[in-house]
């Protein structure tokens, strides 16, 4: 096939996966805008990193704490890219900056889209996938920054159901093994118990390590730094751990206890990340129709619903909730 009808059938294969994350995106630019994040921040967050699970991560915990914490778990959630780079690496092209390059169009859904099997991919399908998964992305995220919902409208609406669902069909997604969902389990475990003694950030750290082995601030003067600098740092780590495959282990293969390390990191941050976001600090945020919504998407995905459908149907759960 041709570089134009491979381009084509990538894009056509990520319809669905680009509507969802308009939604989303959407969702994520009126909560930073919420947050006082300003404009250009998180407008420029979503074009270097689009990263929702990251994204989401660093939105969550950065305005409860520690900047240190909240980076560091918003790097170590996309960590599955190093895995997912060296997978790759054998069916990219050219030296290792040109394979470095190719390997920053990764995103779990062109992943899947451009695997032909037996371990080989199609980059240009990869390609022509992610292309308007970004577009959509940058897109919902400048709508919801110009739109700024308000939040109890969202809420009403049921639209605080999309980060813990997300969240959760994420992590349904990366469960594939008894040792993967042990792990999620005592994640979360970990993180809920922690979030009564520490900030979120570092219950999400914390519950790494065991899963493995307010109102926020205007972004203004020191704290507009601090989310700058914030999202620089996991935009940067995000690309870079895409390339460490192509770029530093070229054909080698990581040993297969890495390889088990690094799968298992994914599954324990989200499932800590749905716990954060629905328990809050001290777990005072606990809403029933919100825990309501977050079961009724998991519910939809195990009967085969797109994601984008398991979470609007989700939020369309908690919002009839609130309206009885």
Same mark, same amino acid.
């Given at each position: 096939?041709? !570089?134009?009808?491979? !381009? ?17 995106? @959407? ?7 919420? $947050? ?8 420029? !967050? ?60 990764? #995103?779990?859904?062109? !992943? #899947? ?17 992610? =292309?308007?998964? /970004? ?11 110009? %739109? ?8 009403? %609406? ?16 990366? @469960? ?28 999400? &750290?914390? $519950? ?18 601090? =989310? ?5 740092? *996991?935009?940067?780590?995000?690309? %870079? ?7 530093? &282990? ?11 390390? =690094?799968?298992? *990191? ?16 001290? /777990? ?9 919504? *977050?079961? #009724?998407?998991?519910?939809? /995905? ?6 984008? =459908? ?15």
């Amino acid at each position: 096939m041709s !570089f134009r009808s491979d !381009f084509v059938d990538g894009a056509r294969k990520a319809v669905g996966p680009a509507a969802a994350t308009l939604a989303l995106g @959407i969702s994520f630019g009126a909560a930073a805008a919420a $947050a006082g994040w300003g404009f250009a921040a998180p407008l420029a !967050f979503s074009a270097l990193a689009f990263s929702g699970s990251a994204q989401f991560s660093l939105l969550t915990t950065l305005q409860a704490g520690s900047a240190v914490a909240a980076v560091a778990s918003a790097v170590l959630i996309n960590a599955r890219y190093l895995v997912m780079g060296l997978a790759l690496n054998d069916s990219l092209e050219g030296g290792r900056g040109r394979r470095a390059l190719q390997a920053q169009a990764l #995103v779990d859904a062109s !992943f #899947v889209v451009a695997h032909r099997g037996g371990g080989r991919f199609d980059v240009v399908r990869l390609l022509g996938a992610t =292309v308007p998964q /970004w577009t959509c992305w940058l897109l919902g995220t400048l709508v919801g920054l110009l %739109l700024r919902p308000d939040p109890a409208m969202m809420e009403r %609406l049921g639209l605080d159901v999309v980060f813990p669902a997300f969240f959760l069909l994420l992590v349904l997604e990366e @469960i594939k093994s008894a040792r993967a969902a042990a792990a999620a389990l005592c994640g979360g475990s970990i993180a809920g118990a922690l979030l009564l003694v520490t900030e979120p950030g570092y219950a999400l &750290l914390a $519950a790494t390590a065991g899963g493995g082995g307010g109102a926020a601030p205007r972004c203004g003067g020191a704290a507009g730094m601090r =989310v700058w600098l914030s999202v620089l740092a *996991v935009a940067a780590a995000n690309s %870079l751990l895409k390339a460490t495959g192509p770029l530093v &282990l070229g054909e080698r293969r990581l040993p297969p206890v890495v390889r088990r390390v =690094v799968a298992l *990191v994914a599954p324990v941050l989200l499932a800590g990340l749905i716990v954060v976001e629905l328990a809050g600090p001290d /777990w005072r945020g606990l809403d029933g129709p919100q825990v309501l919504g *977050v079961t #009724v998407a998991g519910l939809a /995905w195990f009967l085969r619903a797109p994601l984008l =459908v398991a979470v609007l149907v989700g939020a369309a759960a908690a919002a009839a909730v609130r309206l009885l």
